[in-house]
C-alpha cells in the first residue's frame, strides 16, 4: 500500500511455534521510499492467533509511523 507521499509499506508475518506448542505469527513491515529503497524490516510488537491479523497489525503500525513522518 502507499500513501500520498509516495512512500509504500509491505507487511509480512512469519509464523513460530509458542513455548506450548502451538503456532502464532510475528508482524513486521518495510517502508519503501518514493525512490524504490527500502529499509530494514520492522518488527511489530507481540504475537497474533492468524496471519490475517499479523498483516493487518503490521499494516496498521507501518501507517501510523508514516502518518509521524510527515
Known amino acids: 500500500m502507499s500513501n500520498a507521499s509516495g512512500y509504500k509499506i ?3 508475518s512469519q509464523v513460530e511455534s509458542s513455548s506450548d ?3 502464532v505469527y510475528e508482524a513486521m513491515y518495510t517502508i519503501e521510499d518514493k525512490d524504490g ?3 530494514e524490516p520492522i ?12 498483516i493487518a497489525a503490521a499494516q496498521a503500525a507501518g501507517e501510523k509511523l508514516l502518518s509521524q513522518m510527515h
Open 37 to 39: 529503497l527500502r529499509g
Open 43 to 54: 518488527k511489530v510488537a507481540g504475537v497474533f492467533q492468524s496471519a490475517e491479523e499479523a
Open 10 to 12: 509491505y507487511p509480512s
Open 21 to 23: 506448542g502451538s503456532f
